[in-house]
């Protein structure tokens, strides 16, 4: 199967960048938002830790082309310190 090179992310509209997912997913290639000022992204950890104060997890938005481009939550390590960087450049702009 070819993946599509011309993706974006419909939160930031970025290019979604080919990724090896993990091996115990089963997981062939996915496409996966890797902007650090994607709107998803900063705020899916301030969601995490309504649940969750001590986690350091964020997600970014994902694509699986073997599920016809099916989206979802890809659970990312972020940690307070690099969001709360992430947040500060954005407020730069």
Not at 54 to 82: H, K, M, T, V, W
Request: net charge negative.
């Amino acid at each position: 199967m070819e993946i599509e090179k011309d993706r974006k992310c419909p939160h930031c509209g970025s290019t979604l960048q080919p990724m090896e997912g993990p091996p115990e997913t089963g997981w062939g290639i996915i496409l996966v938002c890797d902007n650090n000022q994607c709107p998803y992204f900063l705020g899916s950890n301030d969601t995490v830790h309504e649940f969750n104060p001590e986690s350091a997890i964020g997600f970014r938005y994902a694509e699986n082309p073997d599920n016809g481009y099916q989206d979802f939550c890809l659970a990312a390590y972020c940690g307070e310190s690099f969001i709360d960087a992430c947040k500060e450049g954005s407020d730069k702009k």
